[in-house]
């Protein structure tokens, strides 16, 4: 299969810290991948990395055969790649409905001066971008009705769904969730989980996912990439990273030093 998305050499330094260090990682077309690794591995800066967020200091990104590196986030999200955050970024005081049309926008071509003019062309757009967000809504799973309420008033659970289907507005390949499932009680990570596959088996959209519970991530990816301080230790198919002893010291040797310093701290 081919890869859809390539990272080479992938290097980002935050003055002396080597937050992610020499890292290569193939992502292929259609497939659901996972990246896990302890807390402060230097994940998010992965994605923030690939995302255009941050400019990589040594390597590149490649992406359907492009390469993306340097290139900003608005122009990465155009050729077809959204993302999702560990800290939920939605525009709070807006409506859902409105949040979702915020990522439709990047799609639609009205101009400033139609928009002030409210010429046809320019309705006729805004009704695409509407419709098309209701869709999404109902595609992740949203109540109908619920696109009025105003987004910080709704259940966590809902918020993350939201911020899907404002990914999803963009119509991309590919889409990066980090810790989509974090926060979540068991009934709403198996719906989260039942989602994603759906992003992937209906819409044909690469998932790559950035997850801390590990049922969710064995369940689900068909490639695992371990990270630790910043660099790649293992990957594999989940069994094949399960069973990786460098895979266990990571996250035995830090559990172990947690619960030293914990009953360090209850003494
Ligand atoms: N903007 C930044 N400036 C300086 N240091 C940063 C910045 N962003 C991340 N770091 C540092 O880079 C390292 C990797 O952080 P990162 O957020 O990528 O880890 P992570 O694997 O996503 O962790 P977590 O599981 O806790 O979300 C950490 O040591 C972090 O403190
Ligand atoms: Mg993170």
Do not use: W
Request: glycine content about 8%.
């Amino acid at each position: 299969m081919a890869p859809l998305l390539e990272l080479r050499n992938l290097t980002k330094r935050f003055g002396g810290l080597i937050a992610v260090n020499n890292v290569n990682l193939s992502v292929d077309k259609g497939s659901i991948t996972s990246v896990i690794g302890p807390n402060g591995a230097g994940k998010t800066t992965i994605f923030n990395t690939i995302t255009g967020i941050y400019k990589p200091d040594v390597g590149h990104v490649l992406f359907d055969g492009q390469d993306i590196s340097g290139k900003r986030p608005d122009q990465i999200t155009a050729i077809g790649m959204c993302r999702t955050f560990q800290n939920i970024r939605l525009f709070h005081n807006m409506t859902v409905l409105e949040n979702v049309m915020v990522g439709a926008h990047t799609q639609t071509k009205s101009t400033i001066v139609g928009a002030m003019l409210r010429t046809r062309a320019f309705k006729e757009a805004e009704e695409e971008a509407r419709q098309e967000s209701i869709r999404l809504l109902r595609f992740v799973g949203l109540p109908a009705g619920l696109g009025d309420q105003i987004a910080k008033n709704l259940p966590y659970g809902q918020q993350r769904r939201i911020e899907i289907a404002r990914a999803l507005a963009s119509k991309p390949k590919l889409i990066l969730l980090d810790e989509p499932t974090a926060g979540m009680n068991p009934q709403e990570t198996d719906a989260a989980v039942r989602l994603f596959r759906k992003l992937r088996d209906e819409l044909g959209i690469t998932v790559v996912l950035i997850e801390h519970d590990m049922k969710v991530v064995m369940g689900i990816s068909e490639y695992i990439t371990v990270i630790d301080y910043g660099q790649k230790i293992a990957e594999g198919t989940a069994d094949e990273v399960r069973r990786n002893q460098r895979v266990i010291e990571a996250y035995l040797g830090r559990s172990a030093a947690l619960e030293t310093a914990e009953g360090a701290d209850n003494r």
